[in-house]
């Protein structure tokens, strides 16, 4: 969220939807790649291996938390939906 809170002045600035779409789905991924890369992850591989690797771990990540967030809304829609017909 603090990723967010800082990148949305600069991202709204751009006024282009399908730009701004791709600058929120790189914010996260970035910061993500950012921490693992800083960190002791994957210390036995070397350079552009490395890199290509905590940016796999980075964007699976990614997927499954749109897929979280996705599923999570999905089911609260349905109960919304059955809660109503009653």
Request: with cysteine; proline share 2%; charged share 10%.
């Amino acid at each position: 969220m603090v990723v967010y809170a800082v990148a949305r002045p600069a991202i709204h600035m751009i006024h282009i939807g399908w730009v701004e779409l791709l600058a929120y789905a790189l914010v996260p991924i970035s910061a993500t790649m950012t921490i693992f890369y800083r960190s002791g992850a994957e210390r036995e591989l070397s350079g552009l291996a490395r890199f290509g690797c905590l940016l796999l771990i980075s964007c699976a990540i990614f997927v499954v938390v749109c897929l979280a967030l996705t599923t999570m809304i999905c089911i609260a829609c349905i109960f919304i939906g059955l809660a109503r017909q009653h």
